[in-house]
């Protein structure tokens, strides 16, 4: 069963830990994530980005392969089912199809504009008991062609944003998508910590989550970030595991070739890499 990832972040930020998000490509990203949530008794959360939802036939197929898998796999720790950077179109299409949580991206409206679509999905998953992320202020890098340079966002506007009842608040403070440029200044904890006071007891979000040093993580969970979200680290690890397989020649040996196991090395690659950071979040044995 799918939930909202409302509980499960509460739990956390009161906790003084985080819970991860962990995108999804295909079948083995989804398979890698939950067995791994399972073994380490943490709790999760599926990021989708629209690109992979495209990717994997919509949102309707996404939704059956996580909900038919928690089933016959039994898992029983708390999943929750999450879009990743929706625009407003994209978060009602996935309340429609059945996701137990989404993010509705307006950082990239004005301020009044993200207020008004923001607070109208605000009534809609209250109504349906699912939980929503709001972000304010760009983040660095590219996501489904949604570029900023690091940028931090403005404290009383995540003040605005978060006082319309929204479940978390993804906010910028110089975090950036995908591999950290060499001149990267690093995360602006006076910023996070602006927002945190500001904001109370909202569960606030860190995405980016490949390549910030784990000791700047620390101090984000010790500053109020009760979710992070990795994709780019498992999609590196999963290709290196694929093409160390292939350069030494065994998909060519006797069925190397059957994609059970050829990928498999790719999917033992992302658990490995979910465990490290599951670990490095704190939220091993928080189920």
Same mark, same amino acid.
């Given at each position: ?114 207020? +008004?679509?923001? =607070? *109208?999905?605000?009534? @809609?998953? &209250?109504?349906?008991?699912?939980? /929503?992320? #709001?972000?304010? $202020?760009? %983040? ?12 931090? +966002?403005?404290? =009383? *506007?995540?003040?605005? @944003?978060? &006082?319309?009842?929204?479940?978390? /608040?993804? #906010?910028?403070? $110089?975090? %950036? ?28 979000? /860190?995405?980016?989550?490949? $390549? ?11 500053l109020g970030v ?5 994709n780019t680290e ?28 050829l990928l498999a ?23």
């Amino acid at each position: 069963m799918l939930v909202s990832a409302k509980e499960m972040l509460s739990k956390a930020k009161a906790g003084k830990y985080a819970v991860g998000q962990f995108n999804i490509n295909n079948l083995e990203w989804t398979k890698a994530i939950l067995n791994t949530a399972q073994e380490l008794n943490s709790p999760v959360i599926l990021g989708v980005s629209e690109g992979a939802g495209k990717y994997m036939c919509g949102y309707k197929t996404v939704v059956g392969m996580v909900k038919g898998m928690i089933e016959e796999m039994g898992i029983t720790v708390p999943v929750a089912l999450h879009l990743d950077h929706g625009s407003y179109e994209g978060a009602k299409a996935c309340i429609a199809a059945g996701f137990s949580s989404v993010m509705f991206d307006g950082s990239h409206y004005p301020i009044e504009e993200n207020i +008004a679509k923001t =607070k *109208e999905l605000v009534g @809609i998953c &209250d109504e349906l008991g699912l939980s /929503l992320e #709001a972000e304010v $202020g760009a %983040i660095g890098g590219e996501e489904d062609g949604v570029i900023g340079s690091g940028e931090v +966002a403005d404290p =009383k *506007e995540c003040k605005m @944003i978060a &006082d319309l009842g929204v479940t978390m /608040l993804a #906010a910028g403070i $110089g975090n %950036i998508h995908g591999k950290y440029p060499e001149n990267w200044a690093g995360l602006s904890f006076d910023t996070l910590d602006a927002i945190q006071q500001l904001t109370g007891t909202m569960p606030l979000v /860190l995405h980016g989550g490949t $390549g910030i040093p784990a000791e700047m993580i620390k101090k984000a969970i010790s500053l109020g970030v009760s979710k992070i979200n990795v994709n780019t680290e498992c999609q590196l690890a999963f290709a290196a595991a694929t093409r160390e397989y292939v350069e030494a020649g065994k998909d060519l040996q006797g069925k190397g070739f059957d994609p059970r196991k050829l990928l498999a090395p790719g999917y033992e690659a992302i658990k490995a890499t979910v465990k490290e950071k599951m670990e490095l979040f704190g939220s091993v044995g928080k189920a």
